[in-house]
């Protein structure tokens, strides 16, 4: 693969590849010198053109790991606050000498757009709610970690689906590596006209909760749309908040996966968060070694993913 | 005395298709037969297997002039329409300052006859500013000579003021033509509401957001008698309410798009701006709705909803980029290819009704001797191949395509200001 941009594109083979080198990867972060001499001279431009602390930490984490030079870019500190176009921006950053950019950007579409402007491969840092392929990897690893397979896990994922790219990029990659898949939410906040998608919907969580192995939840993003979807965030967290009495109702092997940034108290209490069922913090540290892996395989590593 | 025959083509005339000789002299059909090849300064055309009708006419063009000349203006414009076989188009009023009295009416005209290629009508808004909170000069802009109203662009939302705009235009005789996109519906979104937009994640549109003005516009219809015309229809439900309201006898009509007759929301995949327009493609269902409603009549007119924009504007991301995309160039074999009409009501969709609906007198009549010499020669079976474009931008999902059918001559007023090989004024 030239770019990663999406998780619909990749298959279970490709997947399973990223995957194992992230393995590896996770080896070389528990070593007392963490890094490698793999991707020296290399540099990686990151460039988010929408705020981020946890996705852009971790790639500069990665890049760093594998002894690339890194180049940071925030939108509020750019000539496009100036009125720089997003193609003249990006073409500006490759003059300047790069071999990889990272790109986030509100709108959907727009890492697809940079591929054909620049001629270094792009990764997909988020684009709109569209896609955020590496948070499907560090998510798969996380669980395959945990259960050795996602070959029929069942997977509920709560919350604002519709507007989310994590859900679209998880649901692909999910369902790819063979798990079962239910979306649970709001129907303001499911996904319209999901008929080709690989997975059951409901917004009875309480129905669906007692047969999942993994419950991910999402962040209620309130910053999304500006229009009203739910009437309230008290009622959201009634029908579709994991609550500490929900938590109790899950299998006792069942674990819990959220993206952060978490919102306590309304789509996750206090107490499910700290529980070590809780994967939040594995997730974190695995997004690195995902992170690494895409990297390592884009800029260094064997030519085919 | 100058003379252009075009010699043993299919002749549109208003008693039906004719294989005949059409005789042009200064500015008027003279003679429609087997007409004699006499006197010297004759210029024969072989038409053999080839249509000769009325001038086409664009009843949804944006020329940009005044205001955004840096993507197409009066002069360019006429050329792009010339090639794609008009005679005529009607400008939307959505220029800058926007068209909402007389003087920007008679400047828009006046720049077309200067340019001279082709009659410009101008239409003018339905609000004062196109700002959709009270009417618009109505009375001079009729005097200007304005008979087609609308805020394209934008849709008349408030319904109250939208009757009284059609009890004042019902008693002058004019026709609303509404950009039905109810505002709620639409908020923020960019796309078809189906399938393909779920998957990007993209703020979408459903169709709902038009048929919902659509079945409320017809309501007025009713209350008032006004004239009205739904302007890029998208969806399948409105070509119902649309067909509904004519067996019922209303004075409603419609226009579809090219680019509505050929692509769908599948086509936007890969969010290419060059696909983004308002209303968006929708599914293919719609598509074939659309094509259906257009042969059978219930969709009146082709209107290309010609939409120029620079480059540096659409070379962003989806969701940034302006509605629009050009296409009076290559309209008429699209809809060959993609529809297939039989010539009669071709013509019929591409001239002589879009004539009627603006009310354009001196053009999309059948040819007939004495009628005026605004004649395209269409080939059902030629090709247009889409490299390049006449227009100042090139903001069109046709590139790199091929459409069966291709004009061959336009004749405005008796002067040829098309041929195939190339414009000649």
């Known amino acids: 693969m030239n770019h990663l941009l999406t998780t619909q594109d990749l298959d279970r083979d490709q997947l399973t590849m990223l995957l194992d080198t992230a393995d590896g990867m996770v080896s070389l972060l528990e070593r007392d010198i963490a890094k490698a001499p793999t991707l020296r001279g290399k540099t990686v431009a990151t460039m988010f053109f929408e705020p981020s602390t946890r996705t852009k930490l971790s790639f500069d984490k990665a890049a760093k790991a594998l002894s690339a030079d890194v180049m940071s870019f925030t939108a509020s500190s750019s000539s496009l606050s100036k009125g720089e176009s997003l193609k003249d921006t990006v073409l500006t950053v490759q003059a300047l000498g790069v071999d990889l950019m990272v790109v986030r950007h509100g709108a959907t579409g727009a890492p697809w757009r940079v591929a054909e402007w620049v001629d270094v491969p792009v990764v997909n840092a988020g684009d709109g709610a569209h896609q955020h392929p590496t948070q499907a990897l560090l998510d798969s690893l996380t669980l395959r970690q945990h259960f050795g397979t996602l070959d029929g896990v069942k997977i509920g994922i709560v919350g604002d689906i519709r507007h989310s790219r994590v859900a679209r990029s998880n649901v692909f990659a999910f369902a790819t590596l063979g798990a079962d898949i239910t979306l649970i939410a709001p129907p303001t906040l499911l996904p319209v006209a999901n008929s080709e998608w690989p997975v059951r919907t409901t917004s009875e969580l309480d129905d669906a909760l007692t047969g999942l192995d993994a419950v991910y939840l999402l962040r209620v993003q309130s910053e999304r749309g500006g229009a009203s979807v739910f009437p309230s965030l008290g009622e959201y967290r009634a029908r579709f908040g994991l609550t500490a009495e929900r938590f109790k109702r899950l299998k006792p092997d069942a674990v819990v996966l959220h993206p952060g940034p978490m919102i306590r108290g309304v789509e996750i209490d206090a107490v499910v968060a700290d529980d070590p069922r809780a994967l939040v913090l594995d997730q974190v540290t695995n997004g690195v070694a995902a992170r690494m892996a895409v990297l390592y395989h884009l800029l260094g590593g064997e030519a085919d993913v | ?425």
């Open chain 2, 1 to 425: 005395m100058s003379r252009t025959i075009f010699r043993n083509g299919t002749v549109l005339t208003a008693e039906g298709p004719v294989n005949a000789d059409v005789e042009v002299a200064e500015g008027a059909v003279v003679a429609i037969g087997a007409v004699a090849s006499v006197g010297d300064d004759v210029r024969e055309l072989d038409c053999d297997g080839l249509w000769v009708g009325p001038g086409f006419v664009d009843i949804h063009t944006h020329l940009r002039e005044p205001g955004h000349e840096y993507k197409e203006d009066t002069e360019s414009a006429s050329r792009v329409a010339a090639a794609g076989g008009y005679t005529s188009i009607v400008a939307m009023p959505n220029t800058d300052p926007v068209i909402d009295s007389g003087h920007l009416v008679r400047y828009t005209i006046e720049r077309g006859r200067e340019v001279g290629l082709l009659e410009v009508a101008s239409a003018g808004c339905v609000t004062a500013g196109r700002a959709g909170e009270k009417l618009a000069h109505l009375d001079d802009l009729w005097a200007a000579g304005v008979r087609m109203f609308t805020d394209d662009g934008d849709v008349v939302a408030d319904a109250g003021l939208l009757r009284r705009a059609m009890e004042y235009l019902a008693q002058l005789g004019g026709v609303v033509a509404q950009h039905a996109i109810d505002p709620g519906l639409a908020r923020g979104g960019h796309m078809h509401e189906g399938p393909v937009a779920s998957g990007l994640g993209m703020y979408a549109i459903p169709s709902a957001a038009e048929t919902v003005v659509v079945a409320r516009d017809i309501e007025l219809v009713r209350l008032t008698g006004c004239n009205y015309h739904v302007q890029h229809i998208s969806a399948a439900p409105t070509v119902e309410l649309v067909a509904a309201a004519k067996q019922e006898g209303l004075p409603v009509t419609a226009e579809v798009t090219p680019h509505h007759l050929a692509f769908t929301d599948g086509d936007v995949g890969a969010t290419d701006p060059a696909f983004k327009m308002m209303p968006p493609l929708r599914s293919e269902a719609d598509r074939t709705a659309l094509v259906a409603g257009l042969k059978s009549g219930v969709i009146d007119v082709v209107a290309t909803d010609h939409a120029p924009h620079a480059d540096h504007e659409k070379d962003v991301p989806f969701e940034h980029a302006p509605n629009g995309v050009i296409g009076l160039e290559w309209a008429a074999a699209v809809v060959n290819d993609r529809v297939g009409l039989d010539p009669v009501r071709f013509f019929e969709a591409m001239s002589v009704k879009p004539a009627a609906i603006a009310r354009i007198a001196g053009q999309g009549h059948w040819l007939a001797a004495g009628a005026p010499a605004n004649v395209t020669v269409f080939d059902p079976n030629g090709i247009t191949e889409v490299q390049h474009s006449r227009s100042k931008s090139r903001n069109a999902p046709y590139f790199g395509r091929q459409y069966a059918g291709a004009v061959t001559y336009t004749m405005y007023a008796g002067a040829m200001t098309y041929e195939e090989s190339g414009v000649l004024v």
